[in-house]
Structures are given as structure tokens and as C-alpha cells.
């Protein structure tokens, strides 16, 4: 593509970031330019954007079940799946799929344990705890 082929069309980020892409200038070598966005990768991103708002409510409806802890909202909402929460906090995965499906087990975690799923997630203990969008 050209520099002077660079997309430029409307994103949601148009007023934030601009993407650095490369392309051909006049006499045929690659140079850098900027892009406010490009249509096709705004609607996929669009999509995987109402993917997660679709499973972020998905979760929530099996916490309200009884299914589900308040600690797989919070993973949901910070993109991670359960083996990269275990990693983030030590803990052998089983363990935390154990605790993410079982609010009974949940209750009986330590002060510890709590802690260091808030600290991983970016949330304050009280939020795990005291959870109250259900």
C-alpha cells in the first residue's frame, strides 16, 4: 500500500490514538504513517468488544445462580482465563477453578488468599468479598 493509501476511516479511538502502519512513499521505499482506523478491523473489533459484554453478563447471571463466584466477574472483566489467574497468583490452577465454581468453597478462602486475587485483578479485597452486583 501507498502512504498516501493509508486508511482513514472512523474509529472509536479516532480521538485518542492513531495507528502506525507501514507503506510505500513516492520513490517506492517503506516509510511509516499514521491511521485514525480502518473500517473492516473497527467491526471485528466491535464484535469481540460485544463478545465480552455478552460474557461479562453470562457470568454474572451464573453468580446470581449460585454457580458462580464474584472472582470469575472480575477474571471475565480483566480478560484472563483461569490458568493465567493461576499463574498471577501462585495458586495450582485446579484450585482456582475450584474456587471460581464453587462459591461455598469460595466463602471459607483465607484473608490471604483473597488478597492476593485482588491484588492480581486490581481490586480491593472488599470488592470480592462484599460483591454486590448480582
Known amino acids: 500500500?501507498?502512504?498516501d493509501e493509508i486508511p482513514q476511516d472512523y474509529s472509536a479511538l479516532v480521538n485518542h490514538f492513531r495507528e502506525l502502519c507501514y507503506a510505500k512513499d513516492n520513490d517506492g521505499k517503506y516509510t511509516t504513517g499514521l491511521s485514525t482506523g480502518w473500517e473492516?478491523?473497527?467491526?471485528?473489533?466491535?464484535?469481540?468488544?460485544?463478545?465480552?459484554?455478552?460474557?461479562?453478563?453470562?457470568?454474572?447471571e451464573e453468580i446470581r445462580k449460585g454457580h458462580k463466584t464474584?472472582?470469575?466477574?472480575?477474571?471475565?472483566?480483566?480478560?484472563?482465563?483461569?490458568?493465567?489467574?493461576s499463574k498471577y497468583v501462585?495458586?495450582?490452577?485446579?484450585?482456582?477453578?475450584?474456587?471460581?465454581?464453587?462459591p461455598e468453597v469460595f466463602r471459607k478462602l483465607d484473608s490471604k488468599t483473597i488478597?492476593?486475587?485482588?491484588?492480581?485483578?486490581?481490586?480491593?479485597?472488599?470488592?470480592l468479598t462484599q460483591f454486590n452486583k448480582a
Do not use: C
Open 115 to 127: 488478597q492476593k486475587y485482588a491484588q492480581a485483578l486490581d481490586i480491593t479485597a472488599e470488592d
Open 70 to 85: 464474584p472472582l470469575a466477574y472480575f477474571m471475565e472483566l480483566q480478560l484472563m482465563d483461569s490458568k493465567l489467574l
Open 1 to 3: 500500500m501507498k502512504k
Open 40 to 60: 473492516v478491523k473497527t467491526v471485528a473489533l466491535e464484535q469481540a468488544w460485544e463478545e465480552i459484554k455478552l460474557r461479562i453478563e453470562e457470568t454474572l
Open 90 to 102: 501462585g495458586i495450582w490452577h485446579f484450585k482456582v477453578k475450584r474456587h471460581l465454581n464453587k
